[in-house]
Structures are given as structure tokens and as C-alpha cells.
């Protein structure tokens, strides 16, 4: 390794969050590279509209605002690579982040790796996926078009991937186990008023059927009652929660329980000059607004922390 190879600033995902501390490290001329294992955007992409993200008051593609983040990152120069990170090893003052095909060197590294959605953990799941069971409406949606289709989950992915079925399907079934939903009122609103979209409460999926062709139905328990009973649906779309994109973290970098990245308020994790942004990182609001001002963050005091090692 020289010298020159070293970055400042190696950050790990494109989505808001990386994106964001990619344009902050750029307009501060570090030298910063920026690692994505797919396109810019992250879980943005598998959204369709953004409408709480401030500026844009008639709301905006998720698409969209991918696009101009990342734009704007770039503009600013941006180095950025396409690959997986598979290992990272945290030694001073240098940190070698391991990539399927070769290593890169960092004095700091911001972790925006992101989060993935979990599965549900039911047969039938792994065997109908691609198939009927599908975890973003926005990719298959149109594939359901006059269709039955059931979304599992009560979070705000659920409702509005909800809605996002109702323009191409003929009815969608939100099953979700409690009896209230955990979404965001005014989302919550926005599903009830819509014809095309009936709640099934307090109730779980068991198993998900399918034949040749794919999904036939859902076997369904209810949670109160524990009746068994069936519903005939040819998708499942599953929003139950996320999990983050951590595997790469060597046990020096503390997680909580659910294996989110913990953090101080600089974005600084447990190791010196390691930072996390965005949805892995460990916090209570995962909103895109939140983890560009991760991103930021996490940028700054990486910035900081350069300094203070001079
Ligand atoms: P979430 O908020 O954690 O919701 C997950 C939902 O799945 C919950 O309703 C949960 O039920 C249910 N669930 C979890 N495990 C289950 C299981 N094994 N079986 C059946 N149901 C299960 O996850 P999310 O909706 O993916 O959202 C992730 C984060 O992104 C949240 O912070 C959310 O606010 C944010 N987000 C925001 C927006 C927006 O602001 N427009 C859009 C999308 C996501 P319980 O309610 O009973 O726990």
C-alpha cells in the first residue's frame, strides 16, 4: 500500500445517507470513494413516491430524488466504484475494507450499508419467491394487474406499498398481526379511504401456497381467536420490518440486539474512525431526511477526525 492509495473518507452504500456523506466529504475535498454493491439510491428504489422529504411540496419519484442526489454528489466529484464489501479489518491508523475482487485503504470509514426487509419465515416463502412473493411493489406491482394480492405488515412500508398495489390490482389485503397498524396516520388515512384495500386484523400468515404457476393463497391464523382460515390471492407482498446490512462488521464495531450499528451523535461507532449513517445505523426515525443528515454528519466528523490525527 502507498500513500496515495489511501483514502480519507472509504463510505459503504449509495443510498441517501452515503450519497449525502459522499457530497459533504467532496465540498470538503477529502479524499473520498464511495463503495455501492448496486445502483444510487439504496431502498429509495424500491419506492415509488417520496412525499415527506422537504422541498418538494407535491412530493417527488423516489426514482427522482435518487437521481438528483446523487448528481449532486457527483458535481462535487465524487469518486465512487461499483463492488461488495465482504470484510472490514479496523487497524491504525489505516482500515482495509476487503471487496470481493481486492482491498481498499481508508483512515476513515462511514458505514451506510443500509438495511434489507426481512422475511416472513413461513413455508412456501423461500420456494414462491419471484414467483407471487415479492418484498418491493414498486418492481412488481405491474405484474398483478386486475389481480388478488395480499401485503403482510403494518409499517409504513406495508401501507403504502399498499397503496402502490391498489393502482394495478383489483383488491389488496393488508394482514397484519395486531389490531391496530404501527403506519403513520395520515397514511393509515390515505389506505382507509381507499376502496380497493381491506384490513385482516389481528391475524398471521401460516403458509404461503403455491402451484406450478405461483402463489394460489394464504393459509391465516388469527392472533385472538386462533382460527385457521384461507384466502385466495396470487401475490404476497412482505413489508415486515428490516433488518441491517451488517455482515461484513468485524466484532469490534458495537451493534445493539437487533444488529443495528450503535453510535454517538457524531455518527462515531466504537471504533475510532469508523462512523455509521442512514438505516443501519442504530436511532429511532428511518426517514430518508434523517439519513441524509446522518450522512452529513458522519461526513463532518470523519473530516474532524482526519484532522485531529495530523
Ligand atoms: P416497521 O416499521 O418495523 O414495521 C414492520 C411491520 O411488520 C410492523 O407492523 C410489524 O408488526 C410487522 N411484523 C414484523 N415482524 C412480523 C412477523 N414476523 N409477522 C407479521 N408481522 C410482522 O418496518 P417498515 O414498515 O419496513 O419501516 C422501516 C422504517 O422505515 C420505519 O422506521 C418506517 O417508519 C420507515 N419508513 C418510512 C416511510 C415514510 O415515512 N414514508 C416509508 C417507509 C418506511 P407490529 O406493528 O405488530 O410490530
Known amino acids: 500500500m502507498k500513500p496515495n492509495d489511501v483514502y480519507d473518507i472509504l463510505i459503504i452504500g449509495g443510498g441517501p445517507a ?7 466529504a467532496a465540498r470538503s475535498r477529502l479524499k473520498a470513494l464511495l463503495v455501492e454493491r448496486m445502483g444510487f439510491g439504496g431502498q429509495l428504489l ?21 437521481e438528483l442526489i446523487s448528481a449532486q454528489a457527483l458535481r462535487f466529484g465524487l469518486a465512487t466504484r461499483s463492488g461488495e464489501v465482504v470484510g472490514l479489518e479496523v487497524t491504525e491508523p489505516v482500515k ?26 413461513v413455508k412456501g416463502e423461500v420456494e414462491l419467491t419471484g414467483r407471487g412473493v415479492s418484498y418491493c411493489a414498486v418492481c412488481d406491482a ?13 409499517g409504513d412500508t406495508a401501507i403504502e ?9 383489483q383488491h389488496v389485503y393488508v394482514i397484519h398481526r395486531r389490531d391496530r397498524l404501527r403506519a403513520t396516520q395520515v397514511i393509515q388515512e390515505r389506505a ?17 401456497r403455491g402451484d ?23 401475490g404476497a407482498f412482505v413489508f415486515v420490518g428490516i433488518q441491517p446490512n451488517t455482515g461484513f462488521l468485524p ?5 445493539n440486539k437487533a444488529g443495528f450499528v450503535v453510535t454517538d451523535q457524531e455518527m462515531a461507532a466504537s471504533v475510532p474512525g469508523i462512523f455509521a449513517a442512514g438505516d443501519v445505523r442504530a436511532k429511532e426515525l428511518r426517514q430518508i431526511v434523517t439519513a441524509v443528515g446522518d450522512g452529513a454528519t458522519a461526513a463532518f466528523n470523519a473530516g474532524r477526525y482526519i484532522e485531529s490525527q495530523l
Open 251 to 255: 466484532p469490534e464495531i458495537l451493534c
Open 96 to 121: 482495509t475494507v476487503h471487496l470481493v475482487d481486492g482491498d481498499l485503504y481508508a483512515r476513515t470509514v462511514i458505514i451506510a450499508a443500509g438495511a434489507s426487509p426481512n422475511k416472513l419465515g
Open 18 to 24: 452515503g450519497l449525502t456523506a459522499g457530497l459533504y
Open 192 to 208: 382507509s379511504q381507499n376502496e380497493k384495500i381491506s384490513f385482516v386484523l389481528e391475524t398471521v400468515v401460516t403458509e404461503i
Open 46 to 66: 424500491t419506492y415509488e413516491q417520496v412525499d415527506n422529504y422537504p422541498g418538494f411540496p407535491e412530493g417527488i419519484s423516489a426514482f427522482g430524488l435518487s
Open 142 to 154: 405491474p405484474f398483478y394487474r386486475d389481480q388478488d394480492v395480499a401485503v403482510v405488515g403494518g
Open 212 to 234: 406450478d404457476q405461483g402463489v394460489v393463497g394464504l393459509d391465516l391464523r388469527g392472533t385472538r381467536s386462533g382460527e385457521a382460515s384461507q384466502l385466495a390471492v396470487s
Open 161 to 169: 406499498e399498499a397503496l402502490y398495489l391498489t393502482k394495478f390490482a
